[in-house]
């Protein structure tokens, strides 16, 4: 069977968007941002989304775009004679299957919330619902739902699933942040969440500069979908050939922008109504997205309708991120083992309803894998990537980078393909040092 192909340009643009705009922008971020001291650990992220990022997610571009391929597929093929490169994508696949399983957990939450918006049984207590039904049983069975969304769009395939569904998600969670943010930042009390957020502070950088610079790097990855292979395999499915400079630079700001305006409703909302954040686990950490915006419904007229349309637009948001973290496996097992994409999806998210319950079971788990593992392994992944771009493709990969660009794109890609070999991989290897040494 013919390989599938995105319809169109801004088809591979909004389904790449929709990857990156996720549960890392609305609620990772502004996690991490209470966690690691506010507008300091923003000022940080922002750079190394600029410098690393960027630069990461081209390299991936380029090597989907070449090979045509999944992960693995791509990098033993463009490397013949050598099988190592292809365990390389292998690894990729496999962070696939782990970032599904803690991220359908929060996907789980989500949906609970996008029901529970409709009665608003969550607004008088925002703090201890979202800790009595955050992990455990219900939790495992809304996780189940969250998944099963995510396996029906991937059966539909590239075309029919991923690039419709994304079409018209995207738009709408971008509508809807924006009304939201415009109307937590005039809400009194607002004031102080955003000089929080914005006021840059660098206390919290000298405090601990080699941590702050761990998690940012971490965030940043996590936020464009890096180090995994999705957006390896999203240009796999690209037919002709447009600048991917352009496409990459257009899909990182838009990401960057919606994960900008979630921290100008979560601060601003954590602050007016919940007094800033809290040590607990719901104050400032995973459940800072909920319990911050809870207390804010409660307080508008029809708050129940803000709520649903808040929570439906993260759910959607959520959804087209996962639907790329299914593909990876799925394309894998179709390009690589003949499996058919019916079998290979529903075999695979079988698997996950068991590895993902070990999550929604264990918050110390769940805590692990979300943080540090994932780190762990995006910042691997995204290292292995790079090298391989720069030192294995080299000028094949210069080559890829100018097809379809215009002058100004191409002048970027000599010294694009410099920081590929040298600085980055450099600079990533030693956040992995500086991760593992953290454990
Ligand atoms: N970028 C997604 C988000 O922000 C998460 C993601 C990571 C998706 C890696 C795919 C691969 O939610």
């Not at 045509?68 to 050598?82: C, E, S």
């Not at 365990?87 to 919330?113: K, M, P, Q």
């Not at 690039?163 to 009194?188: D, F, N, R, S, Y």
Request: proline share 4%; glycine share 14%; aromatic share 12%.
């Amino acid at each position: 069977m013919a390989r599938e192909s995105w319809t169109s340009r801004v088809g591979f643009i909004l389904a790449a968007v929709g990857s990156a705009v996720g549960l890392g922008n609305v609620w990772r971020f502004p996690w991490m941002t209470a966690e690691y001291g506010g507008s300091a650990f923003l000022v940080v992220y922002l750079c190394i989304v600029l410098l690393v990022g960027v630069p990461g997610l081209l390299a991936e571009f380029v090597i989907g775009r070449r090979a045509k391929r999944n992960p693995a597929g791509a990098l033993a093929r463009l490397a013949p004679g050598t099988k190592s490169w292809g365990y390389v994508g292998l690894f990729g696949v496999v962070t696939g299957l782990v970032l599904l399983s803690f991220y359908s957990v929060v996907g789980g939450w989500i949906v609970r919330y996008f029901v529970a918006s409709f009665t608003g049984s969550y607004f008088a207590e925002p703090g201890a619902y979202f800790d009595a039904i955050s992990f455990g049983r219900e939790a495992a069975a809304f996780q189940i739902a969250f998944l099963a969304l995510t396996a029906l769009v991937v059966l539909g395939g590239v075309r029919g699933g991923i690039e419709k569904a994304t079409k018209v998600m995207m738009p709408l969670i971008v509508v809807l942040l924006a009304v939201l943010a415009g109307w937590a930042v005039t809400q009194p009390g607002a004031g102080a969440g955003l000089s929080f957020y914005l006021d840059f502070d660098p206390t919290p950088i000298k405090r601990n500069p080699i941590d702050m610079l761990r998690a940012a790097a971490g965030q940043a990855l996590f936020t464009l979908s890096l180090g995994v292979g999705t957006m390896i395999t999203y240009a796999s499915y690209l037919g002709e050939d447009n600048s991917l400079a352009f496409d990459g630079s257009t899909i990182s700001v838009l990401n960057t922008g919606v994960g900008v305006l979630a921290g100008l409703v979560v601060f601003p909302l954590l602050f007016a109504f919940q007094g800033g954040l809290s040590d607990t686990a719901s104050g400032g950490g995973p459940g800072a997205l909920f319990v911050s915006v809870a207390g804010a419904f409660q307080q508008v007229p029809y708050g129940e309708i803000v709520a649903v349309g808040f929570f439906g637009a993260i759910l959607f948001a959520a959804l087209s991120s996962s639907i790329s973290m299914l593909e990876i496996p799925v394309a894998y097992l179709v390009d690589e083992h003949d499996v058919s994409r019916r079998n290979a999806t529903v075999g695979l998210t079988g698997l996950v309803l068991v590895t993902g319950a070990v999550c929604a079971f264990n918050p110390g788990i769940f805590g692990f894998v979300a943080g540090t593992l994932v780190d762990l392994m995006l910042t691997a992944g995204l290292a292995g990537f790079l090298i391989f771009t720069g030192w294995v493709l080299g000028a094949d990969a210069l080559a890829e980078f100018d097809s379809g660009a215009g002058g100004v794109a191409r002048a970027l890609g000599t010294p694009w393909l410099w920081s590929v070999r040298t600085i980055l991989p450099l600079f990533l290897l030693v956040t992995l040092a500086v991760n593992l040494y953290a454990l």
